[in-house]
């Protein structure tokens, strides 16, 4: 099997569980995915299959996301998965209000990740620091925000908005939550969250686990192929002594003015993988299948 998936990953289900029930379903060992979702976290996430799991590299960065902010609440984790550490109405913050500070998240941003998540530090988690007790101060980091746009306000004594942002790799919108409510005073944090882009893939096009169930029982299921999401990478075909060479890993020399990762095809059409020009070389950088 070779390809990719395109899940919709249910709510209290880890990445980790994703994977370990898509290799189960579809009798492979070979599974990796993309862009981890905390357990709370619905929506994409991309699941590779076989040898497109040495394309997941290669998949293109842009994430989008549908987040709901509750405002009057602080916890230890920026979302509703934490204990609370500060909660008090306040129900006179108006939309108004929140729409003036919005601005401030758009663009290339400093962001401090929470405290409870994946990243390292001096070899361990964050998140078994924090479960430690141990007090570590959390590197900050340059994300980009492309967009954000207020879907939906819900006023009252804690009340919330629902936010589409569209963002580039390593955002954590629990941490645009937390900071939303730090810049108007009132505390916030992170109540819902749907990733609905990510990697190429979008919502619309994704399956649940049920429905790869039933593909599956019905002989109807088929894995995106494993060039369906590289179309950000530019093209090259090669003929087929060239492709051969290079399906052997030979460099060869190249007149492309494109530099970086390409897409390569033998001229019959056929997705022979990743390769790189550089210095007027085109260099095989991952080769998906051979040529006899």
Not at 30 to 39: C, E, N, S, Y
Not at 170 to 190: C, K, S
Request: glycine content about 10%; hydrophobic content about 40%; some cysteine.
């Amino acid at each position: 099997m070779l390809g990719f998936l395109n899940l919709n990953k249910p709510y209290n289900w880890t990445s980790h569980d994703c994977v370990a029930k898509t290799r189960k379903l579809l009798r492979t060992k070979k599974v990796g995915h993309a862009g981890t979702l905390d357990p709370a976290a619905t929506g994409i996430l991309p699941i590779a299959v076989g040898r497109a799991t040495r394309l997941l590299q290669y998949l293109p960065s842009g994430k989008a996301y549908k987040a709901t902010v509750r405002f009057g609440i602080r916890t230890t984790t920026d979302d509703l998965q934490g204990e609370i550490i500060n909660k008090a109405a306040v129900k006179d913050l108006a939309l108004e209000t929140v729409k003036t500070a919005i601005p401030q998240f758009e663009g290339k941003i400093e962001q401090i990740p929470p405290k409870y998540s994946a990243i390292q530090v001096e070899g361990k988690r964050l998140y078994d620091l924090a479960r430690q007790g141990k007090a570590v101060e959390v590197p900050s980091r340059i994300v980009e925000i492309f967009s954000i746009e207020i879907l939906d306000w819900r006023s009252g004594e804690f009340p919330e908005v629902d936010l589409a942002i569209a963002c580039g790799g390593g955002t954590y919108i629990r941490a645009i939550a937390r900071d939303l409510g730090e810049i108007l005073g009132t505390g916030g944090t992170l109540a819902a969250l749907q990733r609905t882009k990510s990697s190429g893939f979008t919502l619309a096009n994704s399956i649940t686990i049920e429905e790869l169930e039933a593909q599956l029982k019905g002989g109807t299921f088929q894995l995106i192929p494993p060039d369906g999401v590289l179309e950000h990478l530019p093209k090259v075909t090669l003929e087929e002594i060239s492709a051969k060479r290079w399906c052997q890993g030979q460099r060869m020399n190249t007149d492309t003015e494109i530099l970086g990762n390409l897409r390569i095809y033998h001229e019959d059409g056929r997705f022979l993988g990743i390769g790189e020009s550089k210095d007027n070389l085109l260099i095989p950088r991952m080769v998906l299948e051979g040529i006899n």
